[in-house]
């Protein structure tokens, strides 16, 4: 049956890929700017599966997660607005919260804020966890090897919330739910029954575990993306460009155009984590730590050459005047 799943996953990834590339041609020959909102998903549908086959292979865990704190630099959050697993499921509860046409609720940009400052403080605490381990029974020697293992494989796994929200639906292990030998999981779902597996039972430990999932689909489906206003993965980028010497960090990046901004405020409705520095900035390179790349706004936005997805100095993506009918057929 695995097998099976396997042969048909891998003709999907193809085929998605194909298509991607397909859609990616048409979009740049014809002008649909506001269809990339389908390519995201298509991506992300694509990379899911990417991730499901990463998983059958015993990758160094240590490149995961060098992939997504120091790719960042140089691409920023791209894998959140393109890539992440749990964003796609995210996206596709809002996407049910629009067919069934209930209204998004938006979260005071304060709570927003803090929310965007306590993922440094969780990311924190999963890297202090390993370190206070290894000094509860420090070996006799500074042991960098340790305090790795400490990270990676320690009674806590750590490392595993970091990875938590690459977790596809069904996944290549045996996962915390089995129908017809195929294993379902779900992003922190094995972490939640990890960490409260210490306390609780086993009754209550799976209760728990239902109730996170009831939760962040209630939380999706009202708030878009709202586990990415705090998750501690999404913190990997890039303080660093603050600093002198890593302005050019992150080189793909959103620019703003300011004599071509009418201040429609567009771009701060449709931001689906709500950034507001699109809007608020007078111009130039958006270096807010909040934006995932997802370049929703530079879709909306209704002004040409307005809003640019800019890698180094290239444009890859720009914003059309999409309120005037397309000349373009
Ligand atoms: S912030 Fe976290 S959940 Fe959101 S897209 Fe990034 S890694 Fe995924
Ligand atoms: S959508 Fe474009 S024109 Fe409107 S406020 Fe944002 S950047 Fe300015
Ligand atoms: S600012 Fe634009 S690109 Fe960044 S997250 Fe918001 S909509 Fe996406």
Not at 57 to 83: A, E, K
Not at 225 to 248: E, H, L, Q, Y
Not at 291 to 302: F, G, I, N, S
Request: glycine share 6%.
């Amino acid at each position: 049956m695995m097998e099976l799943i396997g042969e048909i996953l891998k003709l999907m990834v193809l085929s998605g890929l194909a298509l991607a590339g397909v859609l990616v041609i048409l979009i740049w020959k014809k002008g649909l700017a506001t269809k990339v909102t389908y390519l995201r998903f298509l991506v992300q549908a694509v990379s899911m599966v990417a991730i499901f086959y990463l998983f059958t292979y015993p990758v160094w865990q240590l490149i995961i997660l060098i992939v997504i704190f120091v790719l960042p630099l140089f691409i920023g959050r791209f894998f959140c607005g393109w890539i992440c697993p749990f964003a796609l499921i995210m996206d596709a509860i809002t996407l049910i919260r629009k067919t069934v046409k209930v209204r998004y609720r938006l979260l005071p940009d304060k709570l927003n804020k803090f929310l965007h400052n306590l993922r440094y403080v969780l990311f924190l605490v999963f890297l202090i966890i390993p370190v206070a381990l290894y000094l509860l029974d420090p070996p006799s020697s500074f042991d960098t090897s340790f305090l790795l293992a400490m990270l990676l494989s320690g009674p806590f796994e750590p490392w595993r919330i970091l990875v938590g929200p690459l977790i596809p639906l069904i996944v290549p292990w045996e996962g915390p739910l089995a129908i017809s030998g195929v294993y379902f999981s779900y992003p922190y779902v094995q972490e939640v029954i990890l960490y409260s597996e210490v306390v609780f039972s086993e009754l209550i430990v799976n209760i728990i575990a239902w109730v996170f999932v009831g939760l962040t689909f209630v939380g999706s489906f009202f708030v878009r993306r709202v586990w990415c206003r705090f998750c501690p993965t999404g913190a990997s980028i890039a303080v660093v460009n603050r600093f002198k010497g890593f302005k050019w960090a992150p080189m793909l990046h959103i620019d703003k155009d300011e004599e071509k901004c009418t201040k429609c405020g567009i771009c701060k409705r449709v931001c689906p984590v709500q950034v507001t520095e699109v809007y608020d900035q007078k111009g130039g390179k958006i270096t807010t730590s909040m934006c995932t790349l997802c370049t929703r706004c530079v879709e909306m936005c209704p002004y040409e050459d307005c809003l640019k997805l800019k890698m180094g100095g290239k444009t890859v993506f720009k914003s059309r005047n999409w309120l005037e009918p397309s000349t373009i057929e």
